[in-house]
């Protein structure tokens, strides 16, 4: 079995946090859709009303999610790059096995 430091160097992919000030739901919807249709975003979730994206690529996800924020008008409260949660592992985990699954059934 991994420790969470070894399933955390396997799979770092740094994840960028995005924490919108209050009373912009419209528009934090629709910075997240836009995020979600990048090709450097490998996953865009909410938890506890942040935006958290999971970077394929780190370098252009810092440079780009900078300009699609200030094109959808969302006022961030922080914006930080963080290692990713031991809940962003599995998600990402369980995710490449459903891919897989999807793959091998087409």
């Known amino acids: 079995e991994s420790s969470l430091d070894e399933l955390q160097a396997q799979y770092a992919q740094p994840v960028f946090v995005l924490d919108p000030e209050p009373r912009q739901e419209q528009r934090a919807s629709a910075l997240m859709e836009a995020l979600r249709r990048q090709p450097w975003a490998g996953g865009v979730t909410v938890v506890q009303g942040e935006i958290r994206l999971v970077a394929n690529d780190p370098t252009t996800a810092a440079r780009e999610i900078l300009r699609i924020v200030a094109q959808s008008e969302v006022v961030l409260a922080r914006m930080e790059r963080v290692r990713p949660s031991l809940e ?11 891919g897989a699954q999807q793959e091998a059934t087409k």
């Open 88 to 98: 962003d592992i599995f998600l990402r985990l369980v995710g490449d096995k459903r």
